[in-house]
């Protein structure tokens, strides 16, 4: 690869990265936080937001993770840029399940039909979502 090839690739890469960082530091979190919660140095992440380097790949989940968006679009810009994240506190559920890790507490992520059930789902007043969940119970059982 040519030296121009990878300099277009960084400089994508750091495109998307300013936008998942102004999402950050529009609420109110600093780049220098936002470097201390993914582990590295300010100067490091500077570089990434100018395009002079890139995050390793080993890194790069975690840079996905602690700016809350999702891994192939700050990656490679596929996807949406929001990862859909859900987190899920089983501790009051009336069985051990949980999405295998072992934890009671987990992290996991939905996918764009499971998005969009949950989008529709909203859109339907009380008397059908009554109705709805009655359906996905009856299903479930």
């Keep these: 690869m040519s030296y121009?090839?990878?300099q277009f690739i960084r400089n994508e890469?750091?495109?998307r990265l300013n936008v998942a960082v102004k999402n950050q530091v529009?609420?109110?979190t600093t780049?220098?936080?936002i470097s201390q919660r993914?582990?590295?140095t300010r100067q490091a992440l500077n570089g990434w937001l100018v395009g002079?380097?890139?995050p390793n790949q080993a890194r790069m989940p975690i840079v996905a993770e602690k700016l809350g968006v999702s891994l192939a679009w700050l990656r490679d810009g596929t996807g949406d840029m929001l990862a859909n994240k859900v987190f899920v506190d089983n501790n009051n559920a009336d069985d051990d399940k949980s999405n295998g890790s072992g934890q009671k507490n987990d992290k996991f992520f939905i996918n764009d039909s499971e998005?969009?059930?949950i989008k529709s789902y909203r859109k339907l007043n009380s008397r059908e979502?009554?109705?709805m969940l009655k359906m996905l119970f009856w299903l479930e059982s």
């Design 4 to 6: 121009y090839q990878k």
């Design 13 to 15: 890469f750091s495109d």
């Design 26 to 28: 529009d609420v109110g």
């Design 31 to 33: 780049k220098q936080k």
């Design 38 to 40: 993914i582990g590295v």
């Design 52 to 54: 002079v380097s890139m």
């Design 115 to 117: 998005l969009s059930m």
């Design 129 to 131: 979502r009554d109705i």
